[in-house]
């Protein structure tokens, strides 16, 4: 039987206006055949799928055509990882340590992000993946610059993984397992951070378009 929308009701139901949709968007910042960053991430993917009625949005540098800052290029890529963004209630950066910086890769994500940035006013966790044993200090140091420079919110908590191939395996199953619960502890004060900063927000919002 057809029963038409009453006009002026919201077509959400309640639940969903007050719990919206998670989205968190994890980026890998290395390229590299069978790098460690990535591994790491999965960790991160796996502690999220703990997490039910979250989405989770994957970037993989590598297979995106994104264009150098000031090319004057567009390209198709790099208006999926805006979109990727854009969409993210919140953001995971995970780089390897690479001469005592972040990667280049990483930087190159950021810079087609946009100015001002998609990463500003995002709630931002960095992890950090070194072979050294000092870790990725010195990557997450400068990362976070970075970001809180464009607007991100930082969240204090990073992890650094120092010695990655004592790790993982080759294959890329972790071998440390406190190092999950170093990254699953990072994914909770993620969501945490969302839950009591981000979602009431959001609340607020449909309910102030509700009324109007
Ligand atoms: C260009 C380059 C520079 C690197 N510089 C450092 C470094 O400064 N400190 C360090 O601990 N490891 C360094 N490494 C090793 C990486 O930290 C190591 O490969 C680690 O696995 C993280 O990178 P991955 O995700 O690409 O595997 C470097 C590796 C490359 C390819």
């Not at 989205?23 to 790491?40: D, F, K, Q, V």
């Not at 170093?182 to 309910?207: F, G, K, N, T």
């Amino acid at each position: 039987m057809y029963s038409p929308e009453p006009i002026g009701i919201h077509p959400e139901p309640m639940a969903e206006i007050l719990e919206p949709r998670i989205r968190i968007c994890l980026i890998s910042g290395s390229i590299r055949p069978g790098n460690y960053t990535s591994m790491a991430v999965n960790v991160a993917m796996e502690a999220l799928a703990g997490h039910p009625g979250i989405g989770v949005d994957l970037v993989s540098p590598e297979n995106l055509d994104l264009p150098f800052p000031g090319s004057g290029r567009e390209t198709e890529d790099q208006s999926w990882l805006k979109d990727r963004v854009k969409s993210a209630t919140g953001v995971i950066l995970a780089t390897p340590e690479y001469h005592g910086s972040f990667s280049s890769v990483m930087k190159l994500v950021i810079e087609n992000l946009g100015f001002p940035s998609l990463l500003s006013g995002k709630p931002v966790s960095l992890l950090g993946v070194a072979a050294g044993s000092i870790g990725a200090i010195k990557s997450l140091e400068q990362l976070r610059s970075v970001c809180s420079h464009i607007g991100a919110i930082v969240l204090p908590g990073p992890v650094s993984i120092a010695n990655v191939r004592d790790t993982f395996s080759a294959e890329g199953d972790l071998v440390d397992e406190t190092v999950r619960k170093r990254i699953e502890r990072l994914v909770q004060q993620h969501l945490d951070y969302i839950e009591s900063h981000v979602c009431p927000q959001y609340a607020l919002e449909a309910m102030v378009r509700q009324t109007n």
